[in-house]
Nanobody
Framework: VQLQACGGGLVQPGGSLRLSCTAPGFTLGYYAIGWFRQAPGKAREGVSCITGDGSTVYSDSVKGRFTISRDNGKNMVFLQMNSLKPEDTALYYC????????????WGQGTLVTVSS
């Protein structure tokens, strides 16, 4: 199973991007989906998560700026990122875990977000 993250790009500080996560042939609706990011020289960090019933969690660094959502009909999960800051620059990944598990089993290849003027 391979998740696919897309929507990254270059944006100026204060701008917005929307990342998408999909998995052809794999039903995301059953799984909790998380977004993670890894900046150069830094450890990977969790950004946000949405469970199958729509509950959401955000890291303190993005709370109030990012919004995670899912469209099970389209088999997609989104991360709307507003008020972007240079420190949001990173490779963003989506991942899926079973509801009863704490660790993520399936990962995507990542999409690069660069926030710079």
């Amino acid at each position: 199973v391979q998740l696919q993250a897309c929507g990254g790009g270059l944006v100026q500080p204060g701008g917005s991007l929307r990342l998408s996560c999909t998995a052809p042939g794999f039903t995301l609706g059953y799984y909790a989906i998380g977004w993670f990011r890894q900046a150069p020289g830094k450890a990977r960090e969790g950004v946000s998560c949405i469970t199958g019933d729509g509950s959401t969690v955000y890291s303190d660094s993005v709370k109030g700026r990012f919004t995670i959502s899912r469209d099970n009909g389209k088999n997609m999960v989104f991360l709307q990122m507003n008020s972007l800051k240079p420190e949001d620059t990173a490779l963003y990944y989506c991942a899926a875990r079973r509801p009863s598990e704490r660790s993520y089993t399936y990962w995507g290849q990542g999409t690069l977000v660069t926030v710079s003027s």
